[in-house]
């Protein structure tokens, strides 16, 4: 007798594995917990097409950041040649990433050009001479055009995150995908309408009032008034920094109205402040706002930090002054971040949002099709082969449980595409117990015993189950390379599928065989 | 209990040129339906576009959902959803105009005015023309992969020819290489891809792989054809079930071969078209066990899976039918057509 000791301690192995991995899982539905409390908190996911919720892809228009830092270099040279008295005689903007100086004739060409040179280093400098005039053509260098480029992806993803921290979804997964697409799912409930919008919107400016008649220490001890806000400053203030203030709740004016920001100097003490500029309709907002409430701070509010709270010192008619205490890099990085604050650099490419109701109705009509068609297959299975078919169904079982387990050990997701691998799956797996039934009746019929027709059948119907299940092993991965989603859903399942049926067909219900045939010792077969 | 007789004997390879041209007529369906429908029907995974899901507090005629919706000038599409009342409807908004800003909102909105009902959305899905093309690409960059490996691992296993079939997909990798430089479409570079495929095999005389390639095209084929002739869209989903089928068909012809290849050691003295018929009768019964056990799962999901799953789970009920045909019927016979060459 050959002794194949090793097969029943690889069944219980397993078997015990996957039940680890699916008890979380199942102690979460059963309680209906948020997520597992049991060890190893593994869990199986559901994919949005299942619980609901929403799946964007955006593309930020990296393209416009580039064209930004040009426009913003092309303001500072104009004020580097009047501060360095170069006499120009046009300026002009040639394309996307070049601009052209044409020097006043007067004018020492090659120092001027070494003075462009060396402030502007970020840009490759040429210099020709055309109908008689020098010009100097100043070029984004392409390592720059590249550095911004990835820059300012970089900063897009990091605001959409902070977008959606601040809307607070649930379980939100943020990822960059490519140089400039950002990958974002909001599973659960969500009001698509509001979270496109949040998303969608990049920089949040808001001009607020300082809420004077209250103290700020009161608040922080947890009697904030009501219409108040506590709000603190920014970070990197140096003087201010983290110390709180209380702000009105009330929203006067927001970014969406800005058309310009830039660095300017007091004429009079020589700091730098922040000029900016609104559309016409937030310039009358704004006019109306410092008319109204002149001689009360204004705080001005950047994704909920506040950068200063001046106050208002007459009524404010198109450019207005966002100072603090800046030096000039904290002045030039605030004018930076307003800038960006510029409305839809983000795009949204690829939106799904699905309710929870639709969800609901898909595992149920999932699960109602894989019950009857699992219980068919199962009556199928002990009708046509009576006792043999019985160890099949409790590998078909047994195959369930480990497609469950395999999904939570990988914390898969779980879609409905991939309840219909699962579905599939059950149909496929007793495949390879009919190929190993159906030629052990053959070695019956050619007059085998028992025991010998069983080995021959598992043995010979080996290969060609695992030949079988290969095939479809390669289409479910290159599927898995390639699809994207739901469609990545059934690839999963259907993989753990293939792989669990071949464990189930030729190990586990060949060690069932063979105690029935050894400790039992059954002489005849029930197939 | 057993369906099939143990002593079978159908003259299956008698019948082939019946089967040939059975095959050649469902064949010829798929083109014609496709050049009449002006090729392939794309659902908005790969046209792009929007579909939603929307569902009225109450019944409303379908004619008044489009009504509304003419009035939004939309150019939409209003299917019923479903089987229940009619309150759930799906709508498609062609390419040219889903990009447009708060597409939901505006469309949620402007319903409900106009027919005076509370809609809820209940699904709303957005394909921008750029994500379309990208994944129009990968679909066919994935049956490409598949129908590569595949044809690998098959003409390795059947022919224990490895190496060769290592070389030969490094050729194949190389045309495909080539021809993409020649700035070929996609589908034309698939085209190109299967050809050289189909050339490759005839010349380094695999005709196991070869006769399983051709069964797999030919249920590729035949189920796009069905889409085509019903109108069923091609989405992401649909492509993973070509995909299955091209997986799982296989396993019958794999049963088959693997019989064939026996008999041929045992019975080496047969003429090849007897040792392939009783091959095949030999292995009915598994082949059709094994198919039905799939095809009774895979019409549950099409009866009570819901809408969202339904034409994946008819591509699958087709793919499976047409597989476990061209099992017996095309891929055997390629066997023997092969054989008579010489």
């Known amino acids: 007798m050959k002794t194949t000791s090793w097969r029943p301690i690889v069944v219980i192995v397993v078997v015990l594995a996957a039940l680890v991995y699916v008890l979380p899982t199942l102690q979460m539905v059963l309680e209906k917990k948020e997520s597992p409390t049991l060890w190893p908190y593994n869990k199986i996911n559901l994919g949005l097409d299942l619980q609901g919720g929403m799946h964007l892809v955006l593309q930020v228009d990296t393209d416009k950041a580039v064209e930004n830092t040009v426009d913003r270099s092309f303001d500072e040279l104009r004020a580097f040649m009047r501060q360095n008295d170069i006499r120009v005689a046009a300026l002009k903007r040639t394309d996307a990433t070049t601009f052209t100086v044409a020097l006043d004739e007067r004018e020492d060409a090659d120092r001027s050009k070494g003075l462009i040179a060396d402030e502007f280093r970020d840009f490759n400098l040429e210099d020709r001479t055309r109908e008689g005039q020098r010009e100097i053509v100043l070029q984004l ?120 920001a830039r660095v300017k100097f007091d004429p009079a003490n020589g700091q730098p402040y922040v000029a900016i500029k609104f559309n016409p309709k937030g310039a009358r907002i704004f006019a109306d706002i410092t008319e109204k409430h002149i001689h ?232 | 209990m057993q369906i099939i007789k143990p002593d079978v004997n159908i003259d299956f390879v008698g019948r082939r040129r019946f089967a040939y041209f059975v095959s050649a007529i469902l064949i010829l369906i798929t083109i014609v339906s496709l050049i009449f429908h002006g090729g392939p029907k794309y659902g908005i995974d790969f046209a792009g576009g929007a579909e939603l899901l929307i569902q009225f507090n109450q019944p409303l005629p379908i004619e008044e959902v489009k009504a509304a919706m003419n009035a939004l000038q939309l150019e939409a599409v209003v299917q019923k959803y479903g089987e229940e009342a009619e309150d759930f409807y799906r709508v498609l908004i062609p390419a040219a105009v889903a990009e447009q800003e708060n597409l939901a909102q505006t469309l ?120 085509s002739i019903f109108q069923k869209e091609f989405t992401l989903p649909i492509i993973a079930a070509l995909l299955t089928i091209i997986g799982y068909s296989l396993n019958d012809t794999i049963i088959v071969f693997d019989r064939i290849r026996e008999n041929l050691r045992k019975y080496h003295k047969l003429p090849l078209a007897e040792t392939i018929n009783r091959s095949i009768n030999e292995t009915l019964s598994r082949t059709i066990l094994t198919s039905g056990t799939t095809l009774i799962v895979v019409v549950m999901l099409f009866i009570f899976g819901g809408g969202i799953i339904h034409d994946f789970a008819f591509a699958l009920l087709v793919g499976i039918l047409v597989g476990t045909y061209s099992s017996i019927f095309v891929a055997s016979p390629i066997l023997l057509a092969w054989q008579k060459r010489k």
């Open chain 2, 108 to 227: 949620k909105e402007g319903l409900a005015a106009r027919t005076q009902r509370q809609v809820t959305l209940e699904s709303f899905e957005m394909v921008g023309p750029q994500v379309g093309r990208d994944l129009r690409e990968k679909a066919l960059l994935a049956m490409f992969f598949a129908l590569l490996f595949i044809a690998v691992y098959i003409s390795g296993r059947f022919e224990l020819k490895w190496l060769l079939s290592a070389a030969m997909a490094g050729a194949l990798a190389f045309s495909v290489y080539i021809l993409r430089l020649a700035h070929l479409s996609i589908p034309m570079l698939m085209l190109a891809a299967v050809v050289v495929t189909l050339v490759l095999f005839y010349v380094l005389n695999l005709k196991y792989a070869m006769g399983a390639i051709v069964a797999l095209i030919h249920d590729v084929i035949i189920t796009v054809g069905f889409f």
């Open chain 1, 296 to 527: 009360e701070r204004l705080a001005i509010v950047l994704d909920n930090e506040v950068y200063s709270a001046p106050e208002i010192q007459s009524k404010i008619t198109g450019e207005g002054m966002i100072t603090g205490n800046f030096t000039d890099d904290s002045a030039k990085s605030l004018a930076l971040v307003l800038r960006e604050a510029f409305p839809t650099p983000v795009k949204i490419l690829y939106e799904k949002s699905v309710g929870p109701s639709l969800g609901e109705d898909s595992i149920r009509k999932g699960l109602l099709s894989m019950l009857i068609g699992g219980v068919l297959v199962v009556l199928f299975m002990v009708v046509y082969y009576r006792g043999s078919g019985l160890i099949a169904d409790a590998a078909l079982l047994l195959n369930i449980i480990l497609i469950a387990g395999g999904l939570a050990a990988f914390n898969a997701t779980l879609t409905l595409p991939g309840i219909a691998g699962i579905i599939l799956t059950i149909g496929m797996a007793v495949d390879a117990n009919v190929l190993i039934y159906e030629r052990i009746r053959e070695e019956q019929r050619l007059g085998k015993t028992a025991r010998a027709a069983v080995d021959a059948g598992f043995d010979r119907a080996t290969l060609t189950i695992m030949d079988a299940n290969v095939t479809t092993l390669i289409a479910a991965i290159v599927l898995f390379q390639f699809g994207s989603g739901p469609v990545k859903g059934f690839a999963v399942t259907l993989s753990l599928g293939v792989i669990a049926s071949l464990f189930t067909a030729l190990i586990v219900s060949r060690t069932i065989f063979e105690f029935l045939l050894t400790k039992r010792s059954i002489k005849t077969l029930s197939i």
């Open chain 1, 141 to 260: 260098k392409p390592d720059e055009i590249e550095r911004v480029k990835k820059l300012s992806f970089e900063k897009a993803v990091m605001k959409v995150r902070n977008r959606v921290d601040e809307y607070g979804a649930r379980e939100p997964d943020i990822r960059p995908q490519g140089e400039d697409r950002i990958i974002v799912q909001l599973p659960g409930v969500i009001d698509a309408d509001k979270a496109r919008k949040e998303i969608g919107r990049t920089g949040n400016l808001e001009f607020k009032l300082v809420d004077e008649t209250n103290d700020v220490r009161q608040a922080l001890s947890g009697s904030v008034p009501p219409g108040s806000e506590i709000r603190y400053y920014r970070k990197d203030d140096p003087d201010m920094a983290g110390r709180p203030i209380l702000l009105k709740k009330e929203t006067l004016l927001t970014g969406d109205y800005l058309s310009e």
